[in-house]
């Protein structure tokens, strides 16, 4: 197999350690050490079900015996494609207790993008719920495992049908810990992708585990903090900033919420007495809309986080008055970098930036096209470096030379400002890439999948402004002869075992694509220019 690794200078990892940044502890032993200091207290709610953190970590050890059990060996990759359950946790710290690598999937992927993960990390298994939202994964399974068939096996948390349940026999004693490399890969995360499919985020348990340390002081959580998991968890936003491993971490309650809707979130948020969630924009809006009618008492919410998105000023001084909260902006990514703003900043600061990097070794470059520094103030691309932001994607030398620069920096696509204080505010997107309700899409991949279709000669896919969703997906198609009905082209993407998210919102059929004199065009510019037409032709709502 081709090793997972992530890889710093020996001269940067030297200063990180001894920063403490890098403390040598891993994840398996952080839930050891957390159960054994707050064994009683309650470690998360699901619906009805309340584990202790002694409980987890012996429902965690149990799973590592049926991982072992099974014949799968350390350093195995599992992909891992689960809803908001307690036995999320349970899986993937029998995972890392097991010494084996989950590379998480969301709910909402399907067999073409389950098959890429899969393929591309070699995995040997995959682990998923029964059923979610209607949906029976036990089914997905089967058509990866003909699709894959290096994924062997499948483990299934409910009912296993087919496959093997995640827990081996209550009386089966319970796996010992294997002793992971601090300085290995712990998990693998998904990029958003700016071209085609999903590129692997290989993260280590020591810079993973100093992201979730720092953003822990940050954000105030503490063994005394409820963390409602309203995202889905699969997303490195709600997994690590601080999140679900934060709220670990610190021996603190986390609450899985089945859906983020405040119809299903205001009760959970009474009820549990929930300290602090975090949103993306749209749903931020959701809430703010509710929260006037709503009967349910959320006054225990003491910080509001938003990030994957924007959040827009109009919408964020409104945190604080309508939902009695504080607003605390999140601006990260799966690769690395978070910036907060911090829970004391001036109200202005909360409204109108994305905050500051978390540690004092995050080196920021702002910089022009031709890499060269802006004046402070002015807007530009993002390039970054640090104790927690990965130097490579796993196994994409073309990705890896596109991202990276020679001497490390990882080159974000984001453009931004930075303040005289040091805080970013985010501008837009260098690249051809759509940030529709906080899921990062391709435009290149959702084209590829349109060129599929007979009747389509040519299509190139923008990001439109959305009130609601932030930016949509719109898709400008050169039909072959006649054009075919809007709704036949999505109902076709939605047949193709794609995320739901990357369906077109829009789409304007089109006579041909505009060129240069020699008959030119990059697909970046054509995207640039549709957009900029519709923009003028009014398609902001």
């Not at 029976?136 to 399974?141: I, K, N, P, T």
């Not at 300085?183 to 810079?207: E, M, N």
């Not at 021996?251 to 009820?271: H, N, R, Y």
């Not at 349109?450 to 299509?459: C, P, S």
């Amino acid at each position: 197999m081709k090793p997972l690794m992530q890889q710093w200078p020996d001269d940067l990892a030297a200063h990180y350690r001894a920063r403490g940044y890098w403390t040598g502890e891993t994840f398996g032993e952080v839930i050891e050490r957390v159960a054994r200091d707050h064994a009683g207290r309650t470690a998360v709610v699901c619906q009805a079900r309340r584990w202790t953190y002694a409980e987890l970590l012996e429902r965690a050890d149990r799973t590592a015996a049926a991982f072992r059990a099974a014949g799968l060996e350390p350093g195995a990759r599992v992909v891992v494609q689960m809803p908001n359950r307690a036995e999320f946790l349970q899986v993937v710290f029998g995972l890392f207790r097991a010494g084996m690598i989950p590379v998480f999937a969301l709910p909402a992927h399907r067999l073409t993008e389950l098959a890429h993960f899969a393929r591309k990390a070699q995995a040997q298994a995959l682990v998923i719920a029964d059923r979610h939202d209607g949906f029976d994964y036990r089914d997905l399974a089967g058509q990866l495992q003909q699709a894959v068939p290096a994924v062997s096996r499948v483990f299934v948390a409910g009912d296993p049908g087919p496959w093997q349940a995640i827990e081996g026999p209550g009386d089966a004693p319970p796996a010992a810990p294997l002793q992971a490399d601090p300085g290995a890969v712990a998990l693998v995360q998904i990029s958003g992708g700016s071209t085609g499919l999903s590129k692997l985020i290989p993260r280590t348990h020591d810079d993973y585990l100093y992201s979730i340390r720092a953003s822990n002081a940050i954000c105030g959580l503490t063994q005394d903090s409820v963390y409602l998991a309203a995202l889905p968890v699969a997303h490195n936003f709600p997994m690590s900033s601080p999140g679900i491993f934060g709220a670990i971490h610190a021996g603190a309650t986390i609450v899985m919420a089945p859906s983020p809707s405040p119809d299903v979130a205001f009760p959970l948020i009474e009820q549990e007495n929930v300290t602090i969630t975090g949103l993306v924009p749209p749903l931020a809006l959701l809430w703010l809309r509710a929260a006037a009618r709503s009967g349910h008492d959320i006054s225990s919410l003491e910080v509001l986080q938003v990030g994957g998105a924007k959040f827009m000023p109009e919408a964020a001084r409104r945190v604080r008055p309508e939902l009695g909260c504080t607003l605390q902006q999140v601006f990260g990514m799966a690769e690395g970098l978070v910036n907060y703003t911090r829970l004391d900043d001036p109200e202005d600061v909360i409204v109108h930036t994305q905050g500051r990097p978390i540690s004092p070794d995050d080196e920021i470059l702002i910089v022009d096209d031709r890499g060269a520094p802006v004046a402070e103030g002015e807007p530009g691309n993002l390039l970054t470096r640090g104790p927690y932001t990965i130097r490579a994607y796993h196994d994409d030398p073309a990705a890896n030379a596109r991202a990276f620069t020679d001497d490390g920096y990882y080159r974000t696509g984001d453009v931004v400002a930075r303040t005289a204080e040091g805080n970013l505010v985010v501008r837009g997107r260098a690249s051809d890439h759509i940030n529709r309700a906080g899921e990062k899409i391709s435009a290149e991949e959702v084209e590829d999948h349109l060129l599929a279709r007979d009747d389509v000669f040519d299509a190139a896919v923008v990001s439109l402004p959305d009130p609601f969703l932030g930016e949509r997906i719109c898709a400008f198609i050169v039909p072959e002869g006649d054009a075919p009905p809007a709704a036949e082209i999505k109902r076709w993407m939605r047949a193709r075992d794609i995320a739901a998210f990357k369906v077109p919102d829009q789409i304007v059929f089109v006579e041909g694509f505009a060129t240069t004199a020699v008959g030119k065009i990059s697909r970046k510019e054509l995207r640039a220019r549709l957009r900029e037409e519709a923009l003028t032709n009014g398609a902001q709502a």
